[in-house]
C-alpha cells in the first residue's frame, strides 16, 4: 500500500493529459451544463486511512450511485421480499429500457436499472411521506460517509423531474403491473431527489466502506447483505457495460450518469472516482480507465 499515494498521482495526471474526456451526459439540463475536463480519486482503505488526487473536494451528483445505498435499506425493510418484486439478472439492454419491462411483464431484471430503482424506491417509501424516506436515506449515507455535509441538489432533482419523461413511462408501466405501490409521481418524486445527492469522492468512498465487511467499518448492514450487494454490484453495476467493467477492473462497482463511480475491493478498499464525461455505455470515460490502471497497478481483483 506505500505505492498507492503515487499510483493515485499518476492516474491523475495520465487523466489530464489525454484530451478524449467523453461527452457528458445530455438529458438532463443541469448535467449537461457540467465541465467534462474533471477528474478526482478517492481512496479509503480498511486501515481507516484515506488516499486520494485531483478535485477530490469538488462535489457532483452521485446520479444512480445512491442505488447502493436505497438497496440496502430496501432490504433492510422487507429482506427477501423484494426479489419478488425485481430481478437479480444483468440487463444486457440501456438502463432506461421500456422494451425490457414489457417483455418481462413489469418486473424490472435488476434493482440497478432505472425501473428497478423506482421499484426499489417504492420498497423504501412504504406508506410514509416522500420526506421521511429522504431522510431515511440521507442519513444512512451521512452516517456511512461519516459526514453531515450531504445535501440533496434542488435544481439537479427539478431538471430529472421536468425531463424524466421515459421514468415516468416507466413508472406508469410498472403501475400498470401492479408493482408499484405509491403512485408514479410520488415514488418518482423520491427517486429523482435521492439521485440529486452531492458528494465528494472524498465522502463517496468514505460511504462505500460499509461494504468492505472489515473490522472498524461502518457496520450498517449484515455481512450476508454485504456480500450480495457487491455480488449485484459485479453484475449489474455498469448496465450493460457491467461486463466490460468486471472484465477490465475486476472488482464490484456502481456507476452514476454524474460520473462518479463507487468501485469495491472486498476487505480492502472503498474506490470512488469522478469524472462527467461518459463512455458509449454512458459510464465515466476517464473513471473507468482510471479504475482498470489502478487494480492493476495494486493487484486488486476478486479474481
Not at 106 to 126: Q, S, Y
Not at 222 to 229: M, N
Not at 282 to 288: A, F, R, V, Y
Request: charged letters at 20%; one cysteine or more.
Amino acid at each position: 500500500m506505500s505505492d498507492l499515494p503515487s499510483v493515485l498521482q499518476r492516474l491523475d495526471s495520465d487523466a489530464r493529459a489525454d484530451a478524449d474526456w467523453g461527452q457528458v451526459a445530455q438529458y438532463i439540463p443541469q448535467l449537461a451544463q457540467v465541465d467534462p475536463a474533471q477528474f478526482a480519486i478517492s481512496v479509503a482503505l480498511a486501515d481507516g486511512s484515506l488516499h486520494e488526487a485531483g478535485a477530490c473536494e469538488v462535489p457532483f451528483s452521485v446520479q444512480s450511485i445512491t442505488k447502493v445505498f436505497t438497496l440496502a435499506i430496501a432490504l433492510g425493510r422487507s429482506g427477501d421480499q423484494l426479489w419478488t418484486r425485481v430481478g437479480r439478472e444483468p440487463s444486457g439492454r440501456a438502463f432506461n429500457s421500456i422494451v425490457q419491462l414489457e417483455q418481462e411483464a413489469g418486473r424490472p431484471r435488476n434493482p440497478f436499472i432505472n425501473a428497478g430503482a423506482i421499484v426499489t424506491t417504492d420498497e423504501v417509501l412504504g406508506a410514509r411521506a416522500p420526506r421521511e424516506a429522504l431522510a431515511e436515506i440521507i442519513r444512512f449515507v451521512r452516517t456511512a460517509a461519516g459526514s453531515d455535509d450531504i445535501h440533496i441538489n434542488e435544481a439537479v432533482a427539478a431538471s430529472e423531474t421536468a425531463y424524466g419523461h421515459r421514468n415516468f413511462a416507466l413508472a406508469h408501466f410498472l403501475a400498470a403491473h401492479d408493482n408499484l405501490r405509491n403512485t408514479p409521481e410520488k415514488a418518482l418524486g423520491t427517486y429523482f431527489h435521492h439521485c440529486a445527492l452531492e458528494m465528494t469522492t472524498s465522502q463517496l468512498a468514505m460511504a462505500g466502506r460499509f461494504l468492505l465487511d472489515a473490522p472498524g467499518m461502518p457496520h450498517l448492514v449484515s455481512p450476508r447483505r454485504i456480500r450480495r450487494l457487491n455480488a449485484l454490484m459485479l453484475t449489474c453495476g455498469h448496465y450493460d457495460g457491467s461486463g466490460d467493467f468486471a472484465y477490465r477492473v475486476g472488482i464490484p462497482g456502481k456507476s452514476g450518469v454524474g460520473g462518479g463511480i463507487l468501485a469495491i475491493v472486498p476487505g480492502q478498499a472503498s474506490i470512488a472516482v469522478w469524472s462527467p464525461g461518459l463512455n458509449r455505455y454512458g459510464n465515466s470515460h476517464k473513471g473507468t480507465e482510471a479504475l482498470a490502471k489502478l487494480t492493476s497497478e495494486m493487484d486488486w481483483s476478486i479474481f
